[in-house]
């Protein structure tokens, strides 16, 4: 494969499909579910718009396996009992203009969304605004055919590939870390042992879609947690990567766990993990995406021309700015404006960036930026009207089944 590429270069993946460049959405949960786990005119707007502005990959965050463990009411949850003609609507609108379009696919653990759920991870905790069950034995090993079922529906219904996320504290991350993974079986102890879970749902994923459809993995560096996963043992789930058959590996950090430092709250000088992917380079041939603290179409260049980064992937400047791969191509505003929330709360600037999503959706947003409390009282007015359908659609799924 090429390395020191140009950003605006094709890439061909191991499975054989050509991205048309090196700019990719990277996974944000845009809440713009209805609620039943299906995808709103709004949302389908949304990804309409980002594949009109010329990425070469946009990725659903978090895309639900089954109700019982979402991060938000307004995730979508594909399974059999989706109605799939609904998802080809957004396969085919935010898949236009040869931009791939790909779900993340997602299990929040104990980080579920406790209203319309009864957490479990890998462990039981009893933590502040963390509380969770541990998973059956009999719960891990249906869990690698949950993965595979909602990706092969996403082929079915004409996605053009799966992200599995096991990065930001969700539950094959939390398998990753031995603060939330204290298990005595095959799942637990050393790091062969807690990368278990993520390499048997890439298999079994591998096996329903066949050769040809891109798997990626999203992957922290680090929670930047102390006593949690760190890079010592993410580049020996790297190199274990390598040997397996997934297309792409995204590399991010930090977590949503309460209290902690997630990637999206980040203000520091970007791109933030970029270290670490050289030295995940050199134990891995597969492509590598970089996520987190992409502000300027040089730092974006610079990751790709150092041969470190096949891909780089950008949430927050998407959100301010949809086109904004094509105005770097064209020359044209190499930089978008990034507001400054002076002591947010915590998850305010998520909140403040998912309602920005919404308003991208509805057409409607407006040159100033709004007022963080607000967008945090309508996100969460959105998730508490959400919740209702949500409880009453999914009336025998949210009490903690698989
Ligand atoms: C509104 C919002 C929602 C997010 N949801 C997800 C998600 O569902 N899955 C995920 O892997 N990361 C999620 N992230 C994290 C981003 O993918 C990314 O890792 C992080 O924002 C750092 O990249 P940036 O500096 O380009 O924003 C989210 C970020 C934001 C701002």
Redesign the pocket.
């Given at each position: 494969m090429q390395r020191c590429g140009n950003l605006f270069e094709p890439l061909q993946l191991p499975c054989g499909l050509t991205l048309k460049n090196r700019i990719a959405k990277?996974?944000?949960?845009d809440s713009l579910g209805d609620g039943t786990g299906h995808p709103t005119a709004e949302q389908i707007r949304l990804y309409q718009r980002w594949a009109a502005g010329g990425l070469a990959v946009s990725i659903i965050?978090?895309v639900q396996l089954t109700a019982g463990y979402a991060e938000n009411p307004g995730n979508l949850v594909l399974n059999d009992a989706s109605d799939l003609d609904r998802f080809r609507r957004l396969a085919r609108h935010g898949g236009a203009n040869d931009t791939k379009l790909w779900l993340?696919l997602g299990h929040a653990g104990a980080l579920a969304y406790a209203p319309t759920s009864n957490p479990k991870g890998p462990s039981a905790l009893d933590l502040p605004g963390l509380r969770c069950v541990e998973m059956t034995l009999d719960e891990m090993r249906q869990l690698p055919s949950e993965f595979a079922r909602t990706a092969w529906l996403a082929q079915q219904a004409g996605f053009g590939g799966v992200q599995i996320?096991a990065?930001?504290g969700f539950l094959l991350g939390q398998f990753l870390s031995p603060l939330f993974n204290k298990r005595s079986d095959e799942y637990g102890g050393p790091i062969a042992n807690r990368m278990r879970p993520l390499l048997e749902a890439i298999e079994a994923t591998r096996a329903a879609v066949g050769p040809d459809f891109p798997i990626a993995v999203?992957l922290n560096s680090s929670d930047q947690l102390e006593g949690g996963f760190d890079k010592e043992d993410a580049l020996k789930v790297v190199a274990a990567l390598d040997r397996s058959s997934v297309d792409l590996i995204d590399i991010?950090g930090g977590t949503y766990f309460p209290g902690a430092k997630s990637?999206?709250d980040?203000t520091g000088r970007?791109p933030y993990f970029l270290e670490f992917a050289k030295r995940a380079r050199a134990v891995t041939t597969k492509p590598l995406m970089l996520?987190?603290?992409?502000k300027t179409r040089a730092q974006a260049e610079d990751a790709v021309a150092s041969g470190a980064v096949d891909i780089v992937g950008?949430?927050?400047?998407l959100v301010l700015e949809p086109s904004l791969p094509d105005l770097w191509k064209a020359d044209r505003k190499l930089e978008p404006f990034f507001p400054r929330f002076s002591d947010p709360p915590e998850g305010g600037v998520?909140a403040w960036?998912?309602m920005r999503l919404t308003e991208i959706g509805a057409d409607k947003e407006t040159p100033v930026f709004g007022d963080l409390g607000q967008a945090t009282r309508d996100y969460e007015a959105r998730n508490k009207s959400r919740t209702i359908i949500w409880l009453r659609h999914f009336a025998n799924d949210v009490v903690g089944q698989t």
């Open positions: 990277s996974a944000m949960s965050g978090e993340q996320h990065a930001h999203k991010s990637a999206s980040g970007g996520t987190g603290g992409f950008l949430a927050r400047a998520t960036y998912t």
